[in-house]
């Protein structure tokens, strides 16, 4: 079935980096979109950046512009969203959503940015 395991949040300082990943399994990766989500406790999930199943596509949310980069790798099933300049407002957890069928999630990985 479809997997999605999303690794390397954590906490870091304001003005920090952190690269997000997330490894698909169980469908065909290079045919579908992805996109990363956030939820922050007490909001509801809200969009962050997408990419095309060949890489084409980008979107981001205005909040991110300029300082996340979402990419993948085809051959290696994985997405990514390197995130910088990070601030205490990115603070949530992220999500990996596969763009197939009904859409898939992660379970998520929780990053956290001090002031």
């Known amino acids: 079935q479809v997997r999605l395991v999303e690794s390397g949040g954590g906490l870091v300082q304001s003005g920090g980096s952190l690269r997000l990943s997330c490894a698909a399994s169980?469908?065909?990766?290079?045919?579908?979109?992805m996109s990363w989500y956030r939820q922050a406790p007490g909001k509801e999930r809200e969009f962050v950046a997408s990419i095309g199943s060949t890489g084409g596509g980008i979107n981001y949310a205005d909040s991110v512009k300029v300082r996340f980069t979402i990419s993948r790798d085809n051959a290696g099933n994985t997405v990514y969203l390197q995130m910088d300049a990070l601030k205490p407002e990115d603070t949530a957890l992220y999500f990996c959503?596969?763009?197939?069928?009904?859409?898939?999630w992660g379970q998520g990985t929780q990053v956290s940015v001090s002031s």
């Open positions: 169980g469908f065909t990766f290079r045919s579908y979109a």
């Open positions: 959503y596969a763009h197939r069928g009904a859409g898939s």
